[in-house]
Structures are given as C-alpha cells and as structure tokens.
C-alpha cells in the first residue's frame, strides 16, 4: 500500500519558470497519485500552480514585497517547519530556498548541484546545463529520463467564467484569424525592437490575419502605443489573468514573441509559437517544445549571449543581436507554421 506523503515544492522565479515547472509536478503526481503537492511560490505567479490539478495547495511568499524582511523570511521558514513535509524538492536554486528546505524538517530534500549552499541538501542533482528546463527539472524525481519522456505540456486548468470573459473579449475583435504578438520582457536585451515588431505586425495584417497584443501590466504602453497604429489589432496587455492569458492564445492561430513567460503560455495552450532570441539563445534550455513551434536568431555574433537572462541595456551598446536579425526572418519563419 502506497504511503501518503506531504510534499513541498520550492519555486519562487518568475512566470515562464513557473510553467516550466508544471511538468515535473505533473509527473509527481503520477508517481504519488495519492499524495499532496504543496508549491512556494511568489505571488505573480499563484495563479500558475494554484490552477493545477496537481497541486493540492499553495504557499504564497511574497519575497520582494511584504516579505522582503529577514524577520518575515524566519516567521515562514517556521510555519512551513510546521506543515510536516516529509519530502521538499526545489528547482530554485537561492539561498533562501535551500534554507527553507534545511529547516523544514522533511526527511528527504533533493535540489542541484548548483544551488547556493547545495551541500545541506540530503540528495543532490546534477544541473546538466545542456539539457531542456523542463527535462532538468524533471531529473529531481526521476532519472530515468528520454529525449521523449521528459516533452510533458504543461497544464492548468481553464474555468467556465474564464471562458466567458475571454468570450466577451474575442466577439469585439475586427479579425476572424488573429496572432498574437508579445513584444514585452521585464529584461531589455530580450526585447525585439517596437519598430521590428511593427514591420510583422504589417505583414501579419497584410496576410490577412488580426493582431492581438498581450503581456503583463509592465507591457501595457508598449503594447497600446503599437496597437494604436494599426486596424485589426488590439492590446490585452495587462488586463488579462494568467488562465485568461492562456484562453486568449489557445483562440489564436500563432504567436510571436520574446524570449519570455509568453513563449511559456502558449506551451499550455498549446499552439505554434516563434520564440525571438536577441540576447540569450535556446541552447540555455528554456525554449518551446511543443509541436510546430519554432525559434528565430541572429547567431554570427562573438557576444552572443551575453548571459542568461539578459540586461537593461547591451553591454556593448550596439543591440546588434537584434537589429541584425530582421522582421521579413521572422516573418518567414512564422509563415512555415500557419495553416496552409
């Protein structure tokens, strides 16, 4: 008889990790059917775990905010000691997360090797920098993995009012085929430049397709100061929740975008995405994978990629990862995608 465990998982990155996180609690899940998944999370991203069927609950720790304190970060490391976990698993690799597994008092604790203070984990997981996020996550609770195995979509669950808000949405759109275009990212060397974006929005519109920009509140004047250029397009740019989000792709052919949580998104709503690499490239691990879903980028450069997440501005002040790799590529390659 299968012994019901309590399990913690630790991550509190950003959006795009977070999705890339749902497949192992996915397959956690299948592993410990009868068990229950607790997430710490950040609050921008609750929406992503507390809408997965996977997860029984959600811890929210809001680190850069109202927790931001080292008295707030002892008072949680205290009240997660007190939920009993018998197992903590932690993709993320901060010193707060590995503390909060030392001290949580859960007799297994498995992160990577390459988390800050690694050692006080009692399993330790190599981090196999070439490989897929999804596949390294994946490797915490199993190692027997494939190049097929690991290729699990994420998932969230999508509710009826969802439906019907996104529904509302979508009837006052100018286009019955639309692409979505995300030209937003909180990094600013993972930004395509407005003007490229505009040059494949005018190509979209001219193959006859709608435009519906989307992003996080950060986006909104970005997005609005496109949108309000062209007809057939429209900007949901920090109005949406995440499922929203995720409703509003899975109601479009296509999306283009950065690498960024959106590339993520469309995963889950499981449509063909162009991912635009300007700083970073997809040999980091965190690109689409789902079918027909390709990426684009400008790799003659010897600062090419200048790191992994990216900078407020190019370090060398030319951009040229970007301006070198022109909207007509782009635009080429998003054609190969569509529907005949």
Request: hydrophobic share 40%; net charge positive; aromatic share 10%.
């Amino acid at each position: 008889m299968e012994t019901l465990e309590k399990i913690l998982v630790i991550q509190t990155a950003f959006i795009g990790d977070a999705v890339l996180t749902l497949p192992m609690i996915q397959k956690l899940n299948e592993q410990k059917p009868n068990s229950f998944i607790y997430v710490l999370c950040i609050p921008s991203t609750k929406e992503v775990f507390s809408n997965s069927e996977s997860v029984t609950d959600v811890v929210v720790y809001d680190k850069r905010g109202s927790q931001k304190s080292l008295l707030s970060f002892i008072k949680l490391m205290f009240y997660i000691r007190s939920l009993n976990f018998s197992s903590v698993i932690s993709p993320h690799r901060s010193i707060r997360s590995t503390l909060i597994s030392f001290f949580s008092g859960a007799n297994n604790t498995v992160g990577f090797d390459n988390a800050d203070l690694s050692s006080l984990y009692k399993e330790v997981v190599k981090y196999q920098k070439d490989k897929h996020e999804v596949e390294r996550n994946i490797s915490l609770i199993n190692d027997q993995i494939n190049e097929k195995s690991w290729r699990i979509l994420p998932k969230i669950k999508i509710g009826s009012a969802v439906n019907t808000t996104v529904g509302n949405l979508l009837t006052n759109l100018k286009a019955t085929k639309n692409i979505a275009v995300a030209p937003g990212s909180v990094w600013k060397t993972k930004v395509y430049p407005k003007e490229y974006f505009e040059e494949i929005i005018k190509l979209i519109i001219s193959n006859g397709y709608g435009v519906v920009l989307i992003g996080g509140k950060e986006d909104s004047d970005l997005c609005n100061s496109i949108a309000k250029n062209f007809d057939k397009t429209v900007s949901f740019a920090g109005k949406l929740t995440i499922p929203e989000s995720v409703e509003v792709l899975r109601n479009c052919t296509a999306l283009v975008c950065n690498d960024s949580a959106p590339t993520h998104l469309a995963m889950i709503a499981d449509i063909p995405t162009i991912t635009i690499y300007c700083s970073t490239i997809p040999d980091f691990g965190f690109y689409p994978y789902n079918q027909k879903s390709k990426t684009v980028s400008f790799d003659e450069l010897n600062c090419k990629p200048c790191g992994i997440h990216g900078h407020k501005i190019c370090p060398i002040k030319t951009f040229e990862c970007a301006y070198k790799l022109k909207p007509a590529v782009v635009f080429e390659n998003l054609k190969k995608i569509l529907p005949a």
